[in-house]
């Protein structure tokens, strides 16, 4: 019993589910495969989480909380050096989205196994965790859309929204690895451009996001019209 009131017991069982989470996905891991791959017993998992779904949880909370508070603490600096004028929008992109892919180089914050496993989560959540990332997100991702209505007055909020929820979208599918374009898609893709060349991916979606986000605005047809 020893191990299960280890001090360190409670992170090697939230690597392994993450490392497992990743690989597989939430439905597809089970507890066995945890505790073997942590090298402790039910009774410690029981013990340090409780559920499985405590345990996914638990394993994102960690890097979240570190994510939001620098997204945040970010976006507070660079409003504060504005000094009350509008940020730059590729300030406040790179304030939320690159902060999440500089994380990637950090394996104190979970690094790419990480990074793989929010996309994969992402793209295709349970309704549990869609609940506990719309908690975990709602603050800092208000915080961000304000500064994107400030930046950009002449774009309509509703727009901005729109966009936004499209740049999550491509980060998420992104960052998920390159498997799923493989599948989709006949391109074979270098070597030298796989998902885990960051100093690759890093500009190349930090400047399609800002591009999408800079955009010429839809045109639509008055509905009205269209109707007759």
């Known amino acids: 019993m020893a191990e ?3 001090p360190d017991t409670r992170e090697r069982i939230l690597d392994a589910a993450e490392r497992l989470f990743m690989a597989h996905g939430y439905e597809g891991t089970s507890m066995r495969q945890i505790t073997g791959e942590a090298g402790v017993n039910l009774a410690a998992v ?3 989480l409780g559920s499985k779904e405590a345990l996914v949880q638990e394993v994102f909370r960690r890097r979240l909380d570190w994510l939001n508070d620098e997204r945040m603490r970010v976006l507070n600096a660079m409003e504060a050096e504005a000094d009350g004028k ?4 590729s300030q406040i992109v790179d ?4 902060t999440l892919l500089r994380m990637a180089d950090d394996e104190r914050r979970g690094g790419i196994t990480f990074l793989r496993l929010l996309g994969r989560m992402l793209t295709d959540p349970s309704e549990f965790i869609r609940a506990f990332f719309a908690h ?4 800092v991702i208000d915080r961000y859309k304000e500064a994107l209505f400030k930046a950009l007055p002449d774009v309509p909020k509703a727009e901005i929204v729109w ?3 499209f740049m999550l979208g491509a980060t998420s599918y992104a960052i998920a690895g390159t498997d799923a374009l493989r599948v989709v898609t006949d391109w074979q893709i270098e070597e030298a451009d796989a998902t885990d060349r960051l100093d690759r991916l890093v500009p190349r979606l930090m400047s399609f996001l800002l591009g999408g986000l800079r955009a010429p605005l839809p045109q639509f047809s008055d509905a009205e019209a269209v109707g007759k």
């Open 4 to 6: 299960v009131r280890s």
């Open 46 to 48: 029981n013990y340090h």
């Open 136 to 139: 975990e997100y709602s603050e």
């Open 95 to 98: 304030g939320f989205f690159g």
């Open 163 to 165: 966009r936004f929820h």
């Open 86 to 89: 509008p940020l730059k929008p």
